[in-house]
């Protein structure tokens, strides 16, 4: 993989912080960015969501977008960029 994830979340989101302390039990790093000190970011995510401001919101390194996904999602999916990648 050649960037990390990136998890756009907010500090009260319990969602957001079960999901961090899964992967992380599983190795997978990422970026976070908190949408609610970044507007740029805020933004992002409200045009990924329809509009909703829904975390955690997770970016791939190939530019897809999971919301709210599993641990298990989340790495069905990076199972599959590494297939794609070879």
């Known amino acids: 993989m050649t ?3 990136t998890m756009y ?3 009260w989101c319990a969602f957001c912080k079960r999901l961090k302390r899964q992967l992380a039990a ?3 790093g990422m970026a976070e960015i908190d949408i ?3 507007t740029a970011a805020a933004e992002f995510v409200m045009a990924v969501n329809g509009g909703f401001q829904t975390v955690p919101t997770v970016v ?3 530019g ?3 919301t709210n996904p599993s641990a298990a999602a989340v790495k069905q999916r990076l199972n599959e960029l590494a297939v794609t990648d070879v």
């Open 26 to 28: 599983d190795g997978i």
């Open 9 to 11: 979340t907010t500090t």
């Open 3 to 5: 960037q990390p994830l």
């Open 64 to 66: 897809s977008a999971l």
């Open 60 to 62: 791939f390194p190939d």
């Open 36 to 38: 609610e000190q970044d």
